[in-house]
């Protein structure tokens, strides 16, 4: 490859990163081309992109928009195919569903993940990153955390008015 292609592909890898909060590197390689296909439209149904690149020019990529790939350890090396996504979790859920049980496919494999400028290295840190919550569960829980004293004041006030009625409607009745 001519060293004017290689800059080519890292400037569209580093715009790539740039546009995205977390990427994920797992190893694809050994599944056919149906399963592939298969995993490339789950990808782009859960507004994941994926890109199978090579370590070398990723590595670069990496280092020319300030992230230091020394952090991933072993991971940049065998194939990889990175999965691109806003969504912290997704690629991890996506992972999990796509190999499921392990009887029909066991790829693809986690290698690393870059979620919340944190790295994550490793298969045994998949289920870390599905519990990870997005950006807008987070919004939900705390607007939900917001909500309960004022529902609490209002279901007391509701029920301290049908005692009391109930009280006086007794009282009336004697």
């Known amino acids: 490859m001519k060293k004017e292609d290689k800059g080519i592909i890292i400037s569209q890898i580093e715009e790539t990163l740039k546009q995205y909060a977390c990427f994920y590197l797992t190893e694809a390689q050994g599944l056919n081309a149906e399963q592939t296909g298969d995993l490339r439209r789950k990808c782009a149904k859960q507004d994941i992109k994926m890109l199978v690149v090579k370590n070398s020019l990723l590595k670069r990529a990496l280092e020319n928009i300030g ?3 020394s952090n991933f350890g072993d991971a940049l090396k065998l194939n990889t195919a990175v999965l691109f996504s806003n969504t912290g979790n997704a690629p991890a859920k996506l992972i999990k569903d796509f190999v499921g049980n392990g009887k029909i ?3 693809p494999v986690l290698k690393a993940a870059y979620v919340e400028e944190c790295f994550y290295v490793g298969a045994n840190q998949l289920d870390a990153l599905i519990a990870i919550k997005s950006k807008n569960e987070l919004i939900g829980d705390i607007i939900g955390l917001l ?3 004022t529902k609490n ?3 007391a006030l509701q029920s301290g008015g049908n005692k009391l009625s109930g009280i006086v409607k007794t009282l009336s009745e004697r």
């Open 67 to 69: 992230i230091d790939a």
């Open 105 to 107: 496919v066991s790829k």
């Open 147 to 149: 909500q309960s004293p």
């Open 153 to 155: 004041v209002i279901s």
